[in-house]
């Protein structure tokens, strides 16, 4: 069915769509209805209101979300609707998942299986659940692979009949089209840094020849730069670089200068992160094992003949996606961050492209098309044709094996349908907050409370001060910011830890104000207390 033309598609855009339109339905079943905490809470409020989010900025899907709550209004609040564009954009990568496996050659029930155990595997289920970057970023993985794929195929037609202008040119507007595509995917995530010497390798495998003609080297090259540059305007314009004219009532860091520009797109806050990349690399291996061994199942023990299978099949596709998939992991295997398993991203999308083009090799050497090419009668061709389908399927079924048998766990996981705690939290705090209060919060928290303050308009006028905002101000301590205001205004504590409220008791009168329970009031300073 997923085979059969819809009209106006193609067999291969149609099981792309279908596959992309069941991956949003399943997702919709498991989306956060509203707001959350930490870079979700960021990413609700910074596209709702066009803002500047934390390093590096991330100015492609901010925009790409402001779009979003603007088109799709009627659908929901913005919280939900950044929600939805998460299950979207997952969307998206699913169905192309399809057309990158088809354009490698699989047979389609492979290819809809592969691109089904993809959207389901549980980094991939959980990113699409609710508001988060790398949504767009495991879309643009696959968007660039398949703009790369298709200029592969034009560029080698062109090196078989190099006489062919038309050629050349298609294929040199289609190195441009990819180009072009990782500008956006710059914009979006530095992890796309990671990419190129995957990318670079490629080209040269695919046509070396291309970097002796300036023209398209040049073009690409511009084409990238310019949408890249474009987009990072953003921060600068937003932060008010232009006398104000067009600041966004959330701005993350100094963009408007040239040296916070600098430390937002190099996100140099986080670049002790990395740690000793060359040190403990078995224990590495063994982390990485057991995150995979989380994400594919048994199907972990097959990843490495599914990329060997794929290197003597698709030599060029290989290299792209086995270079991108070690240089992330590398990576990421050394960087100490919060949920630092959604950098893996790219790598289960190759890694299940791999094990798509392990089947369908697997499937031509049982049944080769070539056995039967020459063969005129059509009811042995038609149930030659009937057997390789039924083979197809039934490897895709092997395929999906560990994700059916799993997939009640994995829905239980990622279900966050019923999630409105963060919701009754804001509106605890709208309820219990005094007007024109100074809270002194954690970016944790501080995420929530601006979108219920710029997006609900709850909490209007009060002063919202975090790690950040004190390094904006050149303070170092909040004690600062308490005796600064206390007694000019409420003056309200959420920490992240119970010790540190404890701490500020010793020189501080502390209350807990009930509801929400992490939410304390100073109501004076001890030694004035007898």
Request: charged letters at 15%; hydrophobic letters at 55%; a positive charge.
């Given at each position: 069915?997923?085979?059969?033309?819809?009209?106006?598609?193609?067999?291969?855009?149609?099981?792309?769509?279908?596959?992309?339109?069941?991956?949003?339905?399943?997702?919709?079943?498991?989306?956060?209805?509203?707001?959350?905490?930490?870079?979700?809470?960021?990413?609700?409020?910074?596209?709702?209101?066009?803002?500047?989010?934390?390093?590096?900025?991330?100015?492609?899907?901010?925009?790409?979300?402001?779009?979003?709550?603007?088109?799709?209004?009627?659908?929901?609040?913005?919280?939900?609707?950044?929600?939805?564009?998460?299950?979207?954009?997952?969307?998206?990568?699913?169905?192309?998942?399809?057309?990158?496996?088809?354009?490698?050659?699989?047979?389609?029930?492979?290819?809809?299986?592969?691109?089904?155990?993809?959207?389901?595997?549980?980094?991939?289920?959980?990113?699409?659940?609710?508001?988060?970057?790398?949504?767009?970023?495991?879309?643009?993985?696959?968007?660039?692979?398949?703009?790369?794929?298709?200029?592969?195929?034009?560029?080698?037609?062109?090196?078989?009949?190099?006489?062919?202008?038309?050629l050349r040119r298609r294929s040199d507007r289609a190195l441009v089209l990819a180009a072009a595509i990782f500008g956006l995917a710059v914009a979006n995530h530095g992890l796309w840094l990671l990419l190129v010497p995957a990318i670079g390798l490629f080209v040269l495998a695919v046509d070396r020849r291309v970097l002796l003609r300036p023209r398209p080297v040049v073009a690409s090259l511009g084409a990238c730069l310019a949408v890249a540059?474009?987009?990072?305007?953003?921060?600068?314009?937003?932060?008010?670089?232009?006398?104000?004219?067009?600041?966004?009532?959330?701005?993350?860091?100094?963009?408007?200068?040239?040296?916070?520009?600098?430390?937002?797109?190099?996100?140099?806050?986080?670049?002790?992160?990395?740690?000793?990349?060359?040190?403990?690399?078995?224990?590495?291996?063994?982390?990485?094992?057991?995150?995979?061994?989380?994400?594919?199942?048994?199907?972990?023990?097959?990843?490495?003949?599914?990329?060997?299978?794929?290197?003597?099949?698709?030599?060029?596709?290989?290299?792209?996606?086995?270079?991108?998939?070690?240089?992330?992991?590398?990576?990421?295997?050394?960087?100490?961050?919060?949920?630092?398993?959604?950098?893996?991203?790219?790598?289960?999308?190759?890694?299940?492209?791999?094990?798509?083009?392990?089947?369908?090799?697997?499937?031509?050497?049982?049944?080769?098309?070539?056995?039967?090419?020459?063969?005129?009668?059509?009811?042995?061709?038609?149930?030659?044709?009937?057997?390789?389908?039924?083979?197809?399927?039934?490897?895709?079924?092997?395929?999906?094996?560990?994700?059916?048998?799993?997939?009640?766990?994995?829905?239980?996981?990622?279900?966050?349908?019923?999630?409105?705690?963060?919701?009754?939290?804001?509106?605890?705090?709208?309820?219990?907050?005094?007007?024109?209060?100074?809270?002194?919060?954690?970016?944790?928290?501080?995420?929530?409370?601006?979108?219920?303050?710029?997006?609900?308009?709850?909490?209007?006028?009060?002063?919202?001060?975090?790690?950040?905002?004190?390094?904006?101000?050149?303070?170092?301590?909040?004690?600062?910011?308490?005796?600064?205001?206390?007694?000019?205004?409420?003056?309200?504590?959420?920490?992240?830890?119970?010790?540190?409220?404890?701490?500020?008791?010793?020189?501080?009168?502390?209350?807990?104000?009930?509801?929400?329970?992490?939410?304390?009031?100073?109501?004076?300073?001890?030694?004035?207390?007898?």
């Amino acid at each position: 069915m997923a085979g059969r033309r819809i009209r106006g598609l193609g067999p291969d855009a149609a099981a792309a769509l279908i596959v992309g339109i069941g991956a949003v339905a399943l997702l919709r079943t498991t989306l956060l209805p509203g707001a959350a905490l930490w870079d979700t809470g960021e990413a609700q409020v910074a596209a709702a209101v066009l803002g500047t989010m934390h390093p590096p900025g991330f100015p492609a899907y901010v925009v790409l979300g402001w779009l979003t709550t603007v088109v799709l209004q009627p659908l929901g609040s913005p919280a939900f609707l950044m929600n939805l564009l998460s299950a979207l954009l997952v969307g998206v990568a699913a169905g192309g998942a399809v057309l990158v496996a088809r354009r490698l050659g699989v047979p389609t029930a492979i290819a809809v299986a592969t691109a089904a155990g993809f959207a389901t595997t549980p980094i991939v289920w959980d990113i699409g659940v609710a508001a988060d970057v790398h949504a767009l970023h495991i879309a643009l993985v696959v968007v660039v692979t398949l703009a790369l794929l298709r200029w592969e195929r034009l560029a080698r037609r062109y090196l078989a009949e190099p006489e062919d202008e038309t050629l050349r040119r298609r294929s040199d507007r289609a190195l441009v089209l990819a180009a072009a595509i990782f500008g956006l995917a710059v914009a979006n995530h530095g992890l796309w840094l990671l990419l190129v010497p995957a990318i670079g390798l490629f080209v040269l495998a695919v046509d070396r020849r291309v970097l002796l003609r300036p023209r398209p080297v040049v073009a690409s090259l511009g084409a990238c730069l310019a949408v890249a540059g474009v987009l990072y305007l953003e921060l600068p314009l937003r932060a008010g670089v232009l006398g104000g004219a067009f600041r966004a009532p959330l701005v993350y860091g100094h963009p408007d200068t040239w040296d916070g520009f600098w430390d937002i797109v190099l996100a140099r806050q986080f670049q002790g992160s990395i740690v000793s990349p060359l040190a403990d690399l078995g224990t590495k291996a063994h982390s990485l094992l057991v995150l995979a061994d989380q994400q594919l199942g048994p199907l972990t023990f097959v990843v490495p003949l599914a990329l060997f299978i794929t290197a003597v099949r698709y030599p060029r596709y290989a290299l792209l996606s086995g270079v991108a998939t070690f240089v992330t992991c590398f990576f990421a295997a050394s960087y100490a961050n919060a949920r630092i398993e959604r950098y893996y991203l790219g790598p289960v999308f190759f890694v299940w492209t791999w094990f798509a083009v392990s089947a369908g090799v697997v499937a031509e050497l049982v049944l080769p098309r070539a056995r039967f090419a020459h063969v005129t009668d059509a009811r042995r061709r038609l149930a030659w044709s009937g057997a390789r389908a039924l083979l197809a399927a039934g490897l895709a079924v092997v395929l999906l094996v560990p994700t059916a048998t799993n997939l009640q766990a994995r829905w239980h996981d990622a279900d966050r349908s019923g999630d409105m705690t963060t919701q009754t939290w804001i509106d605890d705090m709208s309820s219990t907050v005094k007007p024109h209060a100074v809270i002194v919060s954690w970016w944790s928290y501080s995420t929530a409370l601006w979108y219920g303050q710029l997006v609900e308009g709850k909490l209007a006028g009060d002063w919202i001060v975090d790690d950040r905002v004190l390094v904006d101000l050149g303070w170092t301590d909040i004690r600062q910011v308490i005796d600064s205001t206390l007694g000019l205004r409420p003056v309200y504590v959420l920490r992240l830890h119970v010790s540190e409220v404890q701490a500020l008791s010793d020189a501080y009168v502390v209350s807990p104000v009930g509801r929400p329970s992490n939410l304390y009031q100073l109501t004076g300073r001890k030694e004035h207390v007898q």
